[in-house]
């Protein structure tokens, strides 16, 4: 079973960057999926943006301009660029190679 931790989250201010990883132990599958979603207090879990092993991104269409994902399979992971964080970003973000398979999430907060 593959096991993966979130990390790269903190606070920063609106229209700031953050770049999260994802490090899958043992190491990714020869082909994925990964996906990269959040849940804010009291809101739905949503999808965010997703790459394949291939390197294939994609990204919801409200998502598309601020949030892509890439992934470095030499290093076992998977990143989430999110640009012009405005505050309705805050939230915990997660990766996820499918059902059953999560990591524990890291905090995102946007503020001034």
């Known amino acids: 079973q593959v096991q993966l931790v979130e990390s790269g989250g903190g606070w920063v201010q609106p229209g700031g960057s953050l770049r999260l990883s994802c490090a899958a132990s043992p190491s990714l599958p020869s082909a994925f999926n990964m996906g990269w979603y959040r849940q804010a207090p009291g809101k739905q879990r949503e999808l965010v943006a997703a790459?394949?092993?291939?390197?294939?991104?994609s990204s919801p269409k409200g998502m598309k301009a601020r949030f892509s994902a890439s992934n470095d399979i030499s290093k076992n992971l998977v990143y989430l660029q999110m640009d012009n964080l405005i505050v309705d970003d805050t939230a915990v973000y997660y990766c996820?190679?499918?059902?059953?398979?999560w990591g524990q999430g890291t905090q995102v907060t946007v503020s001034s």
């Open positions: 790459i394949t092993s291939s390197g294939f991104s």
């Open positions: 996820s190679l499918g059902p059953g398979v």
